[in-house]
């Protein structure tokens, strides 16, 4: 499913340290695909932790890292960035991110 995907940014500080409340966003059109959030170990053949959503985002102008906050607009769930890989295509960039 097509849908925005909001990456938020993170608080600024002060000299001390404290974060402030002020926390802004960038909204971006992304392909969004739901998982179950576990899967099945190779090994043990038990549960273990996994993505709840991958998306796609097609030419994101800001970098991302491990553990950087995203909202999905049309279900309203706050996710972290667990995985990303990035490929350049074509003088563009596809990035995609696993969230949990």
Known sequence: MTDQ???????????????SDVRGFT?????????PGVRLGEASRQNVPDAAATI???????PIAIGDTFMLVSSGDVLK???????AIAGAALTKVYLS
């Open 5 to 19: 995907v909001q990456h938020w940014k993170d608080p600024l500080r002060d000299v001390f340290g404290k974060a």
């Open 56 to 62: 796609w985002l097609f030419d994101h102008p800001r």
């Open 27 to 35: 909204e971006h059109s992304a392909r969004i695909v739901f998982t």
């Open 81 to 87: 960035a667990i995985r990303i890989e990035r490929r």
